[in-house]
């Protein structure tokens, strides 16, 4: 079932646990996140973003057909569902996803000057609550290990507690995504937690907080942010990882006489993308299970 995000974020609040983002690009990807979410009987936030894929391709009216399925995935399902367009890096771009079926919407405008980060967030906000849909930011940069298009790695900037607290009041954003140590693409080694800055953060804000670049954030750590007011962490590159390692070892054990049709899409014993899915389903599993500590 489709819940509103801000419903979804304060239920995990309250319960001492955190919802996962778990970043989609297909509908195989989709269906492995709600069939691990609903093996567990978890609330989860569905959706694709905007950050890593050709921007071009997401112009051309693909924001409307991702929203499309989308949509008819998050109403089907069995769980609590927010459905959420991630940091596309266009103002437009956030407001179409307003419009095609995505209850929950980011913006990927950290890096611009502080002012139009503001304006244009709050400009987002104005747009998308008189319809219901929540809006999530990030005040800080995360680094990003890969280095996105460059191929070099990039530096971040730490979230300041006083400049965080400024800016969700300001913009009424629903969610606030902090830069505390943890690191985008992170697929080697794990990132380092400023514990006294995550303190600080949480006594300041009065809005559930996200952790991006969650593939490489330490497993031993996720409880001790829920305590500090995480409800949110996003995942994306270490479930490519995995869903490629799944067809890699499908690919090398396939019959070479099978047929295409079985092989590819068709859904039966053999299809190749079912078998990265469900390597990728493993780990969303793995990763629901720390999001809900135990005592």
């Known amino acids: 079932m489709l819940v509103p995000f801000k419903e979804l974020l304060a239920d995990a609040l309250n319960g001492g646990y955190a919802v996962g983002y778990f970043e989609a690009w297909d509908m195989y990807s989709l269906e492995a996140v709600l069939a691990a979410a609903e093996a567990e009987n978890a609330p989860v936030i569905l959706g694709f973003g905007g950050a890593v894929c050709s921007q071009d391709w997401l112009e051309d009216r693909t924001i409307e057909r991702l929203g499309g399925l989308g949509l008819a995935t998050a109403r089907a399902a069995k769980v609590p569902v927010c459905f959420i367009l991630n940091e596309v890096m266009q103002f437009s771009m956030a407001a179409r996803g307003v419009c095609s079926g995505f209850n929950a919407v980011m913006l990927d405008s950290g890096e611009l000057p502080y002012d139009e980060h503001l304006r244009l967030t709050r400009q987002l906000v104005e747009t998308a609550h008189p319809v219901g849909v929540g809006v999530e930011a990030e005040v800080g940069r995360l680094p990003d290990a890969a280095?996105?298009?460059?191929?070099?790695?990039?530096e971040g900037q730490l979230t300041d507690p006083e400049q965080a607290a400024r800016f969700v009041t300001a913009t009424g954003i629903d969610s606030l995504g902090v830069s505390i140590g943890n690191v985008h693409t992170l697929t080697e080694g794990k990132a380092e937690v400023d514990?006294?800055?995550?303190?600080?953060?949480?006594?300041?804000?009065?809005?559930?907080?996200?952790?991006?670049?969650?593939?490489?954030?330490?497993?031993?750590?996720?409880?001790?942010?829920?305590?500090?007011?995480?409800?949110?962490?996003?995942?994306?590159?270490?479930?490519?990882?995995?869903?490629?390692?799944?067809?890699?070892?499908?690919?090398?054990?396939?019959?070479?006489?099978?047929?295409?049709?079985?092989?590819?899409?068709?859904?039966k014993p053999g299809d190749l993308l079912l078998a990265g899915q469900e390597r990728m389903q493993q780990e969303v599993v793995r990763r629901i299970r720390l999001m809900r500590p135990k005592g």
């Open 147 to 154: 280095g996105g298009e460059s191929g070099r790695a990039t």
């Open 195 to 267: 514990w006294d800055r995550m303190r600080a953060i949480h006594e300041a804000v009065d809005v559930p907080l996200v952790i991006h670049g969650s593939s490489g954030f330490p497993d031993d750590a996720v409880a001790k942010v829920i305590s500090l007011g995480v409800a949110k962490f996003n995942i994306g590159v270490c479930l490519k990882q995995a869903f490629l390692d799944g067809l890699r070892e499908a690919v090398g054990t396939a019959p070479p006489q099978a047929s295409a049709h079985l092989l590819m899409g068709s859904r």
